[in-house]
């Protein structure tokens, strides 16, 4: 996540600085170089989403595995109380 946080912070940056510099009137291959780079971070910043998104979809796979076997296991489960009864011989 914090990777994430960080493309995220890093690509809205480069958004922001090709911004002013263009209102103050960078000249035009500077620009260019800035908005190649907004594009990098933006890309870098895709990649951290699809693989954060792949890893909450892992996650929550296991967690739905998880409860399937627990639920399973209280169905087999015997009383550990002692409350079963004894068949009278």
């Known amino acids: 996540m914090n990777e994430l946080e960080y493309a995220q912070k890093r690509m809205q940056q ?11 009137g960078v000249a ?21 989403c ?9 996650e929550s796979e296991h967690s739905a595995v998880k409860q399937k076997k627990a639920v399973a296991s209280k169905g087999k489960a015997t009383p550990q109380d002692g409350s079963h009864s004894r068949m009278a011989s």
């Not at 699809?50 to 892992?58: K, L, N, S, V």
């Open 50 to 58: 699809e693989e954060y998104q792949r890893a909450m979809q892992i």
């Open 14 to 24: 480069k958004w922001y600085d090709l911004a002013m510099a263009e209102q103050q």
């Open 28 to 48: 035009l291959p500077v620009l260019e170089r800035m908005y190649n780079a907004y594009v990098l971070a933006m890309e870098e910043y895709n990649r951290r």
